[in-house]
């Protein structure tokens, strides 16, 4: 019979073997979750991914942290996450905005179409047209004879240089036939901020960001980026349809990662993303935020970046829009 000393000695040079092995297959998560977003708070991305991540701190029994990393537009805090280890404990959560930076950057430390991939979609929507009250335009053909008749008059706010706000403003001036002078600011936030004060004229945002100041009687909405109505936003007229035939832009947001994630790991992070779109908790919240659920698996958003920076890049070109 073994003595417990022997025993011993036969075990422990097993468990040094084991233990690594047992660590390195710990079920995800293990441990707190990070998600960078590359914006001020108080913008759709924030507002999307915050909800997102308690959802997922949920479903995990861990913390799941939104760390607001902002500047370059987004391009500060994305690159945090291009240098982190791809397995799953530090997130992205980014917007259309991303593709649209992209597409007018030359000179970026890494590749904005590969160095990170998304993992799960949250929601899309269209944008709303919001003036400030003093403007005495009551639709978006009023609006553009308004500006017609005063060129260079006219000024829209942004999140920064190339996002969404910029682009879908820069196309509906191109559209429309009317001269908007741009003004970037650091945030969508601070964007509404500036035109709830009167700084500027008008804003292109999401109804997220759009939806406090409108609440407040601070701006007033006079029509959607959709082709057509949409039911998220009842009430709003298509700007195709009010005066600017042709136009249309549509948001997205999503949760990214770095590239040279294990598929298993991706699809285990998609899967729980998706059933928590699924729930009555995010349908409520989405309700609120005039956005629909976007449930995609892996295979159908893996060639989103490519294809979305391809098709802003266009954009950029029909409306003018420098690279930097």
């Not at 996002?163 to 741009?182: D, K, M, P, V, W």
């Not at 729930?279 to 892996?298: C, H, I, Q, R």
Request: proline letters at 9%.
């Amino acid at each position: 019979m073994l003595t417990m000393r022997l025993r011993a000695r036969l075990i422990l040079p097993m468990l040094i073997v084991v233990a690594p092995y047992a660590a390195a297959q710990a079920p995800y998560p293990a441990r707190n979750v990070q998600i960078i977003v590359p914006y001020t708070p108080g913008g759709s991305i924030d507002i999307m991914t915050r909800s997102i991540a308690q959802q997922l701190a949920i479903a995990w029994g861990k913390n799941v942290i939104v760390d607001n990393r902002p500047g370059a537009s987004g391009m500060i805090g994305t690159e945090i996450a291009t240098k982190a280890e791809p397995d799953g404990y530090l997130l992205l959560g980014h917007t259309s905005s991303y593709p649209a930076t992209a597409a007018v950057r030359e000179k970026l430390p890494f590749d904005p179409a590969q160095a990170i991939i998304p993992v799960a979609m949250i929601a899309r929507a269209p944008m709303v047209l919001v003036i400030h009250p003093s403007i005495p335009a009551k639709s978006v053909k009023e609006l553009v004879a308004l500006v017609k008749k005063n060129p260079g008059k006219f000024n829209y706010s942004s999140s920064g240089a190339g996002g969404n706000n910029h682009f879908s403003g820069a196309l509906f001036a191109t559209a429309a036939g009317i001269e908007l002078t741009h003004i970037p600011y650091k945030g969508i936030s601070l964007a509404m901020t500036a035109l709830a004060s009167g700084e500027v004229e008008i804003v292109i945002a999401s109804a997220a960001a759009v939806n406090p100041q409108l609440k407040a009687g601070r701006v007033r909405a006079l029509g959607v980026t959709s082709e057509k109505p949409s039911a998220l936003l009842p009430g709003l007229p298509a700007i195709a349809q009010a005066g600017v035939p042709g136009y249309s832009y549509e948001l997205w947001w999503g949760l990214f990662a770095p590239a040279g994630m294990p598929a298993e790991r991706l699809n285990f992070i998609n899967a729980a993303v998706n059933k928590s779109l699924a729930g009555p908790e995010m349908k409520k919240f989405l309700d609120n935020e005039s956005a629909e659920a976007w449930v995609a698996t892996p295979a159908q958003i893996a060639d989103l970046l490519p294809r979305e920076i391809a098709r802003y890049r266009k954009a950029a070109k029909e409306a003018g829009i420098p690279s930097q």
